[in-house]
């Protein structure tokens, strides 16, 4: 069972990673933000692809559900941690930061 404390030691081993706060929650962010943890540390929002998105909420859905709104059609999903293992929170947090790196030949300041 994935925790809070486990997404947020995953994610900040993922190279670029720094973390800060985002509203009521804690972001993830490389060149943008790629996964946002509740206050209560029960859920994560990550950034996916719409087609990785409907995947992983195909694959689990105890697991992962699209946010309720405009963010969802964009690809972010929830993801109740107590319905992950280690492995999977893993493999979530790496598809969501592969989404967030900068592009290749991308040197365009934001």
Excluded at 5 to 24: Q, Y
Excluded at 26 to 48: C, E, I, P
Excluded at 50 to 71: G, I, K, T, Y
Aim: with cysteine; charged share 25%.
């Amino acid at each position: 069972m994935a925790t809070g404390e486990m997404l947020r030691r995953l994610a900040l081993s993922l190279e670029g990673t720094v973390e800060a706060p985002h509203f009521d929650r804690t972001a993830f962010r490389v060149k943008r933000n790629y996964v946002t943890l509740a206050a209560d540390g029960l859920t994560a929002n990550f950034r996916f692809t719409p087609d990785e998105q409907q995947f992983r909420c195909m694959l689990a859905p105890a697991a992962f559900s699209p946010v309720a709104n405009a963010w969802g059609r964009q690809g972010w999903t929830t993801g109740i941690l107590s319905e992950l293992a280690e492995t999977d929170l893993r493999a979530a947090l790496e598809a969501a930061w592969r989404q967030a790196l900068p592009k290749a030949g991308s040197s365009r300041k934001r």
